[in-house]
């Protein structure tokens, strides 16, 4: 794991990141990833409030078309998320919370894929309300954890 992180901290792009002032290297990269995490964490919410009963005289099937707009987020944060990782320091791959924030997401993306299939899929039903709580309480941990890092540990960039 050693030989990876040194590789991974020497490649252009995380020296880029790294040393260059220019608003085009670590503030866009952070930037994009709030961009991802507000279209996945912003359209799930949606979709979790109406499983919670908000608004409950709307229909759900118009609901269906956030779940692209949440894999869209999803794949702008796996993407910019790692980058960010690459030029920030190496401890952070051995702090702890970096595996929780890894779990958090996880499950919070396990239960999106049921919440679809649970709503929308061929034995389509009302969902139960534990998805949209569990979900709820993953994507914050997520957030709450993802911001900690920036804190939390030896020579973190936030």
């Known amino acids: 794991m050693a030989d990876f992180i040194v590789w991974m901290q020497q490649t252009p ?10 608003v085009w290297g670590f503030p866009l990269v952070l930037f994009l990833h709030t961009a991802g995490l507000a279209l996945l964490v912003g359209s799930s919410l949606v979709v979790n409030a109406r499983m919670l009963g908000v608004g409950g005289e709307l229909p759900t099937a118009p609901l269906e078309s956030l779940f692209p707009i949440m894999w869209t987020g999803f794949w702008l944060n796996a993407i910019s998320g790692t980058i960010l990782l690459m030029a920030s320091d190496p401890s952070k791959l051995l702090n702890p919370l970096f595996y929780v924030k ?3 997401i996880a499950v919070a993306v396990w239960l999106m894929t049921r919440e679809k ?12 309300r534990w998805l949209a709580v569990l979900s709820l309480i993953c994507w914050f941990g997520a957030i709450v954890t993802g ?5 939390y540990g030896k020579g973190t960039r936030a």
């Open 102 to 104: 890894m779990a958090f």
């Open 147 to 151: 911001r900690l890092l920036a804190y």
């Open 117 to 128: 299939k649970q709503l929308f899929g061929a034995q389509a039903g009302p969902a139960p």
């Open 13 to 22: 792009l995380s020296v880029f990141l790294r040393e260059s002032g220019s």
